[in-house]
């Protein structure tokens, strides 16, 4: 089992920053990619960032240039620091990791982590 475990959610004003953390543990054995992923109410799960263990980073349009992805492969933990925030930016936040169990379980996982909630104030 791989839980994750998403914090850094909340209220924000338009213009403003906010920094989501997302830990990653269980029977990890490696984790080969985190991202974040976004639905707002009535859309869509949509990608907002990945970052592979090498640490190359790919973004959906809409966040380029306003988003940064960075990951602790130590903590096994991956972050995203949101400026320059808009009211679209409002949605459920959640983390998503990629990798191999450990022994004796082996085999690939994808697990997701609860979500947390971003609201962007005009």
């Known amino acids: 089992q791989v839980q994750l475990v998403e914090s850094g959610g909340g209220l924000v004003q338009a213009g403003g920053s906010r920094r989501l953390s997302c830990a990653a543990s269980?029977?990890?054995?490696?984790?080969?990619?985190m991202g974040w992923y976004r639905q707002a109410p009535g859309k869509r799960r949509e990608l907002v960032a990945t970052?592979?263990?090498?640490?190359?980073?790919n973004y959906a349009d809409s966040v380029k240039g306003r988003f940064t992805i960075s990951r602790d492969n130590a903590k096994n933990t991956v972050y995203l620091q949101m400026n320059s925030l808009k009211p679209e930016d409002t949605a459920v936040y959640y983390c998503?990791?990629?990798?191999?169990?450990?022994?004796?379980?082996?085999?690939?996982?994808?697990?997701w982590g609860q979500g947390t909630h971003v609201t962007v104030s005009s």
């Open positions: 269980g029977t990890i054995f490696s984790i080969t990619s």
């Open positions: 998503n990791a990629e990798g191999y169990y450990s022994s004796p379980y082996g085999g690939r996982f994808s697990s």
């Open positions: 970052i592979a263990s090498g640490g190359i980073p």
